[in-house]
């Protein structure tokens, strides 16, 4: 993605900053557009060619951004904003018939805290599907058949999350996939205060946990939307960062330090990136200290925006009644 | 099962002494054998014949029982005693060849603490599949592929817990399913001190949580065997107590007390029962103060004699080393 | 408390009620007043004069009791006007002046859960104490000094309780402890759908885990109020329920019924219980299956009315947004 | 403690790493002596003077590391040498007489994973204080008066942590506090692989939480043993390795290189990193994925070398056998 390859972000608008900065202008086949709300600033960036995907690092499709930084604060107003925001957008992207059948997925790790957004989400979605078969009319009105399943991942279970569930798909036949993920972000200030949907599905070696699964219209026979949220940034994108800046200032010295800028190539700065971490362990993350309060309350905020938009007949702020 | 039909087991073991009190006599298609050890006795109940079955209210095939009373002490003694009889029992149960393949299922609700047996078994297998793609041969040997699964309960996610595992069991294909139940038992000397092993599979209507699927090498299209542990006494059966122990009494009493006794039927003795305990309350169990851990120290106990049962590299003692 | 002494409860309503029973009218040193919302009856028994105290088996002081039955089956609606009369109860009750300072006790042991009732609130409850020291004055209008404890039971820290909570209050020095509290009820209809507040301290051998401390004004020197919830029936009371009916039904019969019934004297009924009952198994309880949700529930319950009992600016539906 | 200030190190051992690589040789007023078993390295710094403390930025005292770089692999033989190895030198540090008593302190936020590691502890630690007020002689012998409390952390409780340590040590009188923390380490390596004892007591600004508490002698008027394992490194820390891996570079190059390296000056290279790292974020950890897995390992090998230290009847390997 970038230019040392170093920097992994799972955000199509980081990626899109990024090749921005080195394009220097618009890339053809990618449009942008965009709306705030008060707390809240919603970028549509879709993806409208191979060429485009080619350039961005990620697939065809629409991928939308809400970006709330003040979520951090744990303001309750933002919070409520961000899932009534998110139920919009959802149901927009989703465009679901009233009797449709959805199936949320939550994936992650519930045993490792920034990769257990997904789970936690699944924890608090408004199940129905099983009352479907046995309630009065009365009481679908408004809502939808909703199955919601966290698969764990393999380290956990030995089965690879796919094929867990396209087994499910393949018995229960939704209409639509919801596949909950957290995120890896460029940078800190993206953390548990960014949401982004997308209707291109889960690509491999994406999310916290670098899964090798995908989760696509293609491998499932459904649609899919992604809806994921950065819990961490990768150790390396911080030591990335640093040379970048020393680089940076060096350039701006007079003499011998932009020369000597200039002689860093990529393949040098990934040498020096990697003497700085301890190369068997595989990943290193960047969290913040309160990081498992900001996924409990991440996980709320996703599941009220969940809920409204998948029953009708529940508001955002009903949402949050059936959470835990 | 019982005269009033109030009173419910998923132990074959309590069944049959509650069939035996009836009929006083052995009955045809039920065969019996037992052994001990120091801190256990293990009891084997083969149902060979339908109708066996249908007196028994079981379907046809083996029962092991193995009793513990001292498990609930909290001796460890005790506890590595039950894992290694567990793993002898199961390990003979299951005939496994070295390569086989197994798929080991917790079921229960993971937020019931007395159904979350199963989950916190599968937290505790030691799992391989995944491994086994990758891995030099030499890793192999003593090892088998084995993959776990906790498909939580209708209520959580909205799918048949049978839909699920079939999924799974059409994608992993294991050629052995062991399938993990918290169970309902008849006696609370039984709760967390006796476990049942069966190769006739789950049937509906069984367990903590009144489940309604059926795991059976039928319906999975693999062999199923069931490992169960009960953890409640449902309040039915306390409050039935409760009225024999009267009735009892007063049968032994002179003069109009048996005659009383006597008058009281099966369907005037269940009236009382429901009088007793709120209709609306389905599931009302009787569990010790300290079910938590004793769930806990259960969970141990079986996943340590699994694992060494599934991995013959694996002892019993080691088992253990692969719990949190 | 009732004639055979099997029957254990904590709440001053039902005692009053048994007493009711057996002395068919009103007790002097007993007074009783009630109002009613639209979901919730809210029953206030005083008892004003040691005479009245050792007739009920509850030390004088106030009872209020908020009964909601709806409170069981999940309604939002009837959570919220719970946690408003609780504010409004609790406020009137206290009677606390601007600047007082609370500490919060969570009793009970968070490893069993129906136990767990008291650090689940505590985990939740508005603390501000910390803040007090540095923030600016226009901060904390509206908002009172409070700080929250769970010391856990005897069996996990191997202190008692009392030792704990006396230490910290004679460091902190609030103006009033609240101390939460899992409760026994005498009836099954009781459990998580009503609370229980009182000026008069907890007592040794109340509460579900059978505490052998006292948390009074005299032992803390500081106003101490009680909220109690009942979690847990005994089962030698749903036992002793059970004889009793048939005993009732036996005296409404003809004949030798009613002089049978007559021959069971107290001390019968005690020894048919106790046969009924494992003795070693000091504790068991009677509790719902899904008893987790139903703590999780009154949980919130329960901290949101203290959020905005204890700080002015917050309301009732404010004091849940605080809540994990 | 090192050139500019930004790196923040809680072990002895790093410390005076860093010192002697200042220095170029060795300190007066500390004293260091070591040795090794299968898999661990055990070394001993002594402060000796309060001229050795300044250099040292630690108060005088004993200081012991037991290194042990195979333990994140989670291998059972390491995980057992180093309890065991923790058993001894707890022993010898704290010489306690048979019949002391002994507070554990787990510090720390529990819902904070890499801070949670006390608090885990405390739950596995073999209490037994309430016991030897009712015991029979015969099952005291080998067993300690112990007692264990998790007293939470500021923002959890508004109450500092030092005064409830403070009002309970001043109930109970124990003989010694074993206070165990999480730490913050110099280098990756180090996290959940050194376990650190000092008889120096806990000091304001230590820990992963950046305690304000300290727990000495002096404060406490008991003696306090401190049990530390490094669980994060501060971002800061990384960032401020990528600068002087740069820099080391850049000397080592020609020409310009070397004289813009050392153009910069600590004051110059610590608002680099401010600029790296947002500033409203106080403590941004590094930590590794399985950081959830680690420390629960952690917390089973310090509880069980705790509890064969305590009491003398137990092994380390027994120690285990309390362990949840």
Not at 88 to 99: C, F, N, R, V
Not at 173 to 178: H, I, S, Y
Not at 227 to 240: K, Q, R, W
Not at 305 to 310: I, K, M, S, V
Request: include cysteine.
């Amino acid at each position: 993605m970038t230019a040392h390859g170093l920097i992994r972000t799972d955000l199509a608008l980081e990626a899109r900053e990024a090749l921005l900065k080195e394009a220097r202008r618009e890339v053809a086949g990618i449009e942008t557009s965009g709306r705030t709300t008060a707390h809240t600033r919603v970028t549509r960036v879709k993806v409208t060619s191979e060429a485009g995907a080619r350039r961005l690092g990620k697939p065809p499709g629409t991928y939308i951004t809400i970006e709330a930084p003040e979520l951090r604060q744990g303001s309750r107003v933002v919070a409520s904003e961000v899932a009534e925001v998110l139920t919009a957008e959802l149901g927009a992207l989703a465009g679901l018939p009233e009797k449709a059948g959805i199936l949320v997925i939550g994936l992650g790790n519930w045993n490792a805290t920034p990769d257990a957004l997904g789970p936690r989400v699944v924890d608090s979605v408004m199940v129905t599907r099983h009352l479907f078969e046995y309630a009065p009319q009365e009481l679908k009105g408004g809502l939808r058949s909703v199955a919601a399943l966290a698969p764990g991942v393999l380290g956990l279970t030995g089965i690879e999350t796919e094929e867990i569930v396209k087994g499910v798909v393949q018995h229960i036949r939704p209409d639509l996939v919801v596949a909950i993920d957290a995120l890896a972000a460029r940078s800190l200030e993206r953390v548990c205060t960014t949401v982004q949907l997308s209707d291109s599905g889960i690509h491999p070696g994406s999310g916290v946990g670098n899964k090798r699964l995908g989760l696509t219209a293609e491998s499932l026979g459904t649609r899919v939307i992604a809806v994921g949220v950065p819990t961490v940034v990768h150790a390396t994108t911080l030591a990335s960062d640093a040379l970048d800046l020393m680089l940076g200032t060096l350039s701006r010295a007079d003499g011998g330090g932009a020369k000597l800028a200039e002689a860093f190539t990529p393949a040098e700065r990934q040498k020096l990136v990697q003497e700085l971490l301890p190369n068997h362990w595989e990943d290193l993350f960047i969290t913040p200290k309160e990081i498992d309060a900001l996924i409990a309350d991440t996980a709320r905020v996703l599941a009220s925006g969940l809920n409204a938009a998948l029953h009708p007949r529940v508001t955002a702020a009903e949402g949050e009644r059936y959470l835990q």
